[in-house]
């Protein structure tokens, strides 16, 4: 129904950036809420970022300050800029998205994941 494709992990050094992208296809049209989940080595998958469909955003606390979530809803796409990198950031993200088709009707898609490593 709907597919979440994930770009921009890579490696980067200490206090660097990094922009990941994802962007939704198929059926797009009851697309609601998106957001940002990592998992660490060892840990928990965790929120990171979300933003509603009207541009509400929340922020896990370990990002609030550094991370900025933000969406192109003409291009089904949503970004997180992320700065000051540290090592604690390393893991895979995950982007989420949910589509309602009715009040009771609700579906959650995640990505494949991208890799972010930051060095030390």
């Known amino acids: 129904q709907v597919q979440l494709m994930e770009s921009g992990g890579g490696l980067v050094q200490i206090g660097g950036s990094l922009r990941l992208s994802c962007t939704a296809s198929?059926?797009?049209?009851?697309?609601?809420?998106m957001g940002w989940y990592r998992q660490a080595p060892g840990k928990q998958r965790a929120l990171v970022a979300h933003?509603?469909?009207?541009?509400?955003?929340s922020y896990g606390d370990s990002v609030m300050g550094r991370f900025t979530i933000s969406r192109d809803n003409a291009q089904n796409t949503v970004y997180l800029q992320m700065n000051n990198l540290k090592p604690e950031d390393t893991a895979v993200y995950y982007c989420?998205?949910?589509?309602?088709?009715?009040?009771?009707?609700?579906?959650?898609?995640w990505g494949e994941g991208t890799d972010v490593t930051v060095s030390s």
């Open positions: 989420n998205a949910i589509s309602r088709s009715a009040d009771t009707v609700v579906t959650v898609h």
């Open positions: 198929g059926d797009i049209s009851n697309l609601n809420a």
């Open positions: 933003i509603s469909d009207g541009g509400k955003t």
